[in-house]
């Protein structure tokens, strides 16, 4: 009838009980006028309270196992939880340091290089690879906020135009060196609204959009990034497809861990398809791959409608 954090009030109601019964077994005493009960009736009674008291007693210890063990599995999974955060930490503190200082240090060497050059040709370049050092590192400290703030900040609901949405995100990255030959098809619909959370959408759809431009097979002659979706009673699906490099199936699994890079040029963080799965899990959603190496590949996302 207690709980926990009553059981003093359990305790006194137990001791005052148990008082009563001695009190009851040394003195003659009795609330109810006293009868005679017939032998067969006194027996009847006893079975009847050892029965009852027996399925009480095996019930509750019944439960005290189960509430026992439910505890035990809450404990495990939270423990396993903090268990993958604490490595997740120690990943994100080497990475980032490192990740952190090479593009510094780059820029540092380019600068003693340029140092009392009057070459404006070879400066120009210095000026170029210095640019583009400073805009991965720009990249990369983006991708940690949207990590922390994926974590940190409340889901909203609200109206998402997805065509206007994926229009504008390419925009934004179409002035880019890489995609500068690629043909973005959008083939959703323009009145196409889901009610989701906008800002979480973006930063999935961009980090899968960045993706499909920056993993292109530059020695194709017909580079596409398209987009298209489909829709179930329960789910609605988004699929962001490409021509590119494609992966190799044992990746499939590796390239949303943190940090993880499956290629040996990239210049981003190896943080972004860990974002966007992190992303769509607290939107209860989920991710899919098809993709086969030197054809293209699509990320599949799906949320419920
Ligand atoms: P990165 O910062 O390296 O791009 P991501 O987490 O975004 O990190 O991607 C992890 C790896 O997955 C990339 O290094 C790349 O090898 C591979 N990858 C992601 N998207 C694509 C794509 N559209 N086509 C080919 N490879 C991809």
Known sequence: MFNYSQKRIAIAFATFSF?????????????LPYRNYPHNYVQMNQ?????????VSAMT???LISLNHYTAI???????????LND??????YSTSHDLRAPLLSVLGLLKLAEGNVDEKEMNRYHRMMESRLSSLDKFIKDITDYSRNNRLQIVNENVNLFSLTTEIWESLQYSADAQDIKFINDLPSNLIVANDGTRLRVVLSNLISNAIRYHDHRKENK??????NVTDSSFTLHVEDNGQGIAPELHSKIFEMFYR???????SGLGLHIVKETLARLS???QLCSTPRQGSTFSISVPK
């Open 19 to 31: 008082m009563l019964f001695a009190f009851s077994l040394v003195q003659d005493f009795s609330l």
């Open 262 to 268: 499956g290629n040996e040029s990239s210049q981003g």
């Open 47 to 55: 079975l009847i309270n050892f029965t009852v008291a027996f399925s």
């Open 88 to 93: 997740e930490l120690d990943r994100f503190v």
């Open 224 to 229: 596409y990034v398209k987009v298209y979706h």
């Open 74 to 84: 809450q404990l495990i999974q939270s423990n396993n939880q903090l268990k993958k």
């Open 285 to 287: 959603g989920t991710i």
């Open 61 to 63: 210890v019944y439960l």
